[in-house]
Each structure stands twice: as structure tokens, then as C-alpha cells.
T-cell receptor, first 114, second 114 residues
Framework: DQQVKQNSPSLSVQEGRISILNCDYT??????FLWYKKYPAEGPTFLIS?????DKNEDGRFTVFLNKSAKHLSLHIVPSQPGDSAVYFC?????????????FGKGITLSVRP | EAQVTQNPRYLITVTGKKLTVTCSQN?????MSWYRQDPGLGLRQIYY???????DKGDVPEGYKVSRKEKRNFPLILESPSPNQTSLYFC?????????????FGDGTRLSIL
């Protein structure tokens, strides 16, 4: 059973416009959420995170929104740039404890057209 | 430079021939983890370690072993590799568990088991 879902495998946007990447989760114990970006032939790199005590976190062009009641989060990139073209993974974890695991979604391939 | 180093980066081998993928981090991180990435499945956790001599299974541990004898190293061992273990593998580390810390990833090891 997939606990973190990224239902859209790909997204294409024009340079300068907004990119919105969506992620849904099913495990109500998840309370920390992250977005990672991955270029070909490289490992994933951390982009932005949000704790369940917040509903929004911003870092420059990147904003993550969390809707706990809907078990949904989204990553907004404004304005989108060609260098943002990559695979984006949503990930989630529950509070630290004996089973401290990170669960990833399948990823979304973002293409930003010049 | 802070980094997670995996070796080898690429390996083609045959079924049943034991192999080890090494992972080393220079950030004094306590938490280390192994993931595999497969098309359409995203990143799935194989094993993780909260500290020296403390390891636990992730979501897909079958066919793999790990050890954590030193803080900096976390090798992944395939005792008898099979073709279904052909995949892209990533090692990651963080100061503490993933419940409130982003992880640093290595650049990946592409394994092909013939």
C-alpha cells in the first residue's frame, strides 16, 4: 500500500510561470514532510521541508503548503526556471522513535520550457 | 567538503556472486540509510541505522544485509545477488533520524545483475 502518492508522473510549464507539484499521503502519523530534487546521474538533494505544526514554509522561489485535513501537500515554484527541470520526490516521516523511516513517493518529472 | 561517498558507482556482475557496496560519510552523522530506485516505484528504503551497531529493516530488506561497525561507514551487502536486485542504489545520512532532519544522499550506485 503506497503511503505517499505523487499521482502525476510529469509536468511541463513555461519558464517564468508557476509550477505546482502535488503529493498526497495516507498515514495520519506522518508529521514531517520533505521535497527532494534529483538530476540525472546525481543523488537526490534536499529542497524544502515542513512540519505538521505549520501549513506553509517558504524558501526563496519555493513554497510548500500542507493541508493536514486533506492529507495533501504541494510544492510551488515561482517563477519556474529551466534549471528547475528535474525529478521531484515528496517524502514523509513520523515522529522519531524505534521505527524511524522515510517514505518516498514515486516522483514527478518537471520540465520547464524556455 | 561534506559528502556521502558510494563505491562503486557502476557494477555489472552475475547471479550469486557476493558483492558489497560501500558508503562513507564525513559529517559525523548518526543516521544512515540505503534506498533503491526503480522505474515507476520511486525510492524505497532497504535498511537504516540509527547509530553504531543499531540497524533495522526498511520496506524492502529481502536479499540484503548491512552492518554498522563504525559511525562513518554503512556497507550494503548482497550475499547472493539476483536479477531482481538490478537497480540504482543510494546511501544517505543525517545527524538524527528522518523525523526532523533532511538527509544527504550519495550520487548512487547502478548495479546490473545478469
Amino acid at each position: 500500500d503506497q503511503q505517499v502518492k505523487q499521482n502525476s508522473p510529469s509536468l511541463s510549464v513555461q519558464e517564468g510561470r508557476i509550477s505546482i507539484l502535488n503529493c498526497d499521503y495516507t498515514n495520519s502519523m506522518f508529521d514531517y514532510f520533505l521535497w527532494y530534487k534529483k538530476y540525472p546521474a546525481e543523488g537526490p538533494t534536499f529542497l524544502i521541508s515542513i512540519s505538521s505544526i505549520k501549513d506553509k514554509n517558504e524558501d526563496g522561489r519555493f513554497t510548500v503548503f500542507l493541508n493536514k485535513s486533506a492529507k495533501h501537500l504541494s510544492l510551488h515554484i515561482v517563477p519556474s526556471q529551466p534549471g528547475d527541470s528535474a525529478v521531484y520526490f515528496c517524502a514523509a516521516s513520523a515522529q522519531a522513535g524505534a521505527n524511524s523511516k522515510l517514505t518516498f513517493g514515486k516522483g514527478i518529472t518537471l520540465s520547464v520550457r524556455p | 567538503e561534506a559528502q556521502v561517498t558510494q563505491n562503486p558507482r557502476y557494477l555489472i556482475t552475475v547471479t550469486g556472486k557476493k558483492l558489497t557496496v560501500t558508503c562513507s560519510q564525513n559529517m559525523n552523522h548518526e543516521y544512515m540509510s540505503w534506498y533503491r530506485q526503480d522505474p515507476g516505484l520511486g525510492l524505497r528504503q532497504i535498511y537504516y541505522s540509527m547509530n553504531v551497531e543499531v540497524t533495522d529493516k526498511g520496506d524492502v530488506p529481502e536479499g540484503y544485509k548491512v552492518s554498522r561497525k563504525e559511525k562513518r561507514n554503512f556497507p550494503l551487502i548482497l550475499e547472493s545477488p539476483s536479477p531482481n536486485q538490478t537497480s540504482l542504489y543510494f546511501c544517505a545520512s543525517s545527524y538524527s533520524g528522518p523525523s526532523n532532519q533532511p538527509q544527504h544522499f550519495g550520487d548512487g550506485t547502478r548495479l546490473s545483475i545478469l
